[in-house]
């Protein structure tokens, strides 16, 4: 992860290169960057963006892969696919694109998840996820108070001219 308060971070796992980032459900994706980043490497400090935008290899194909992880206490046990190190991904959240979709992931991907891929994620997110989290709530409260302060300057501007008024009103009935 880099330095300072990041959003995403990469993770080299078997097979290629994830980016890990929150999703706006607030869960977290670990996945090869989608196509719709048509340059994955251009203003990014991290080396490995180039990395994760290369599909990864398992059984001998390439494939654009997304996981969708929770903490392992929110998913049912009917539903898990893989859980280490308190993570989880369920059956629902191996995906792999066709184009520009995102639809569930068939056996041979599955299986190479669960056996290689998921526990190399789970300790690097037993060690980092949380604060991916936090840092991604941080981020999200700063762009909230950037709204509000910019709502708050309209808000004084739109004031001033009905207290300018007011005054002068005061000063007119006083001085009669």
Do not use: N
């Amino acid at each position: 992860m880099t330095s300072g308060i990041a959003s995403e971070a990469f993770v080299t796992v078997p097979g290629g290169t994830l980016q890990v980032h929150v999703l706006e459900s607030g869960r977290l994706a670990a996945e090869t960057m989608p196509p719709s980043q048509p340059q994955p490497c251009t203003g990014r400090d991290e080396p490995s963006a180039c990395r994760a935008a290369e599909p990864m290899a398992i059984g001998g194909q390439r494939y654009s892969l997304r996981l969708c992880i929770d903490p392992a206490t929110w998913c049912p046990a009917e539903h898990l696919a893989a859980q280490a190190h308190g993570w989880a991904v369920s059956h629902f959240g191996i995906l792999v694109r066709h184009g520009k979709e995102l639809v569930p992931a068939p056996d041979v991907i599955r299986e190479h998840v669960q056996a290689e891929v998921f526990p190399v994620l789970a300790r690097w997110l037993a060690r980092h996820g949380r604060a991916l989290l936090l840092a991604d709530a941080v981020q999200a409260k700063r762009r909230r108070l950037g709204l509000l302060e910019a709502e708050r300057a309209t808000l004084r501007a739109e004031l001033a001219e009905p207290q300018t008024k007011l005054e002068a009103e005061r000063d007119r009935t006083a001085a009669s």
